[in-house]
C-alpha cells in the first residue's frame, strides 16, 4: 500500500523521532469510521509496543462497534510544547500512525497490554496490580498494528 509523500519533507521527523515521540506523549487522538461514515475521533490514553499501539475501552461504545465494522484507523499523538524565543510561539512535534485495529482476544495478552499501560500512567507496581484485579473484566484491550508512520516538527505561530 502507498501512502502519500509529506508535503512539507524538511520537516519530516526520523522513524527515531517518531519512536520518541511515541513512547513519551502521554495521550493521542484515535479516528476511526465512525455512524453513517463520518469520522469518529477521541482522545485516549495509550502505550506503544513493538510496532503497535494499545488502548483500553469499555466492552461496548461507539469506539469499539466502528473498528468491528472496519479495522483502519489512525491515530495522532502532539510532544509537549517548547515555547519559542519569541515568547508567543511553539514548537513540538506531531506524529500519526495508520494500521489496523483488532480487539486482543487472548486473556493473558490483554493482562500483558494492560500492564504496560498501568506502568506508564500509575505511580507504582501495586496500583497498576490493583487496577488490573478491579477492571480487567470491565474492559476491552485494541491494538493498532502500525502500516505506516509520518511525523514533523512544528513551529505554530
Not at 506503544?48 to 499523538?77: E, T, W
Request: glycine share 8%; aromatic share 10%; net charge neutral.
Amino acid at each position: 500500500m502507498d501512502f502519500r509523500e509529506m508535503r512539507r519533507f524538511k520537516q519530516q521527523l526520523s522513524d527515531d523521532d517518531c519512536l520518541r515521540v511515541l513512547r513519551r506523549s502521554p495521550r493521542g487522538v484515535l479516528a476511526v469510521l465512525g455512524d453513517m461514515g463520518y469520522p469518529y475521533t477521541v482522545p485516549l490514553n495509550f502505550v506503544y509496543d513493538n510496532g503497535c499501539i494499545y488502548f483500553h475501552m469499555a466492552l461496548q461504545g461507539h469506539k469499539l462497534d466502528a473498528l468491528r465494522a472496519y479495522d483502519k484507523g489512525s491515530f495522532n499523538v502532539l510532544s509537549e510544547p517548547i515555547p519559542a524565543d519569541d515568547g508567543w510561539s511553539f514548537f513540538f512535534d506531531s506524529v500519526t500512525v495508520f494500521g489496523r485495529l483488532s480487539e486482543v482476544k487472548d486473556e493473558a495478552e490483554k493482562i500483558e497490554k494492560l500492564r504496560l499501560l498501568g506502568q506508564k500512567y500509575f505511580p507504582t507496581k501495586e496500583m497498576v496490580e490493583d487496577d488490573i484485579r478491579k477492571n480487567a473484566a470491565r474492559c476491552t484491550v485494541v491494538g493498532l498494528k502500525i502500516e505506516h508512520t509520518s511525523g514533523k516538527h512544528v513551529h505554530e505561530r
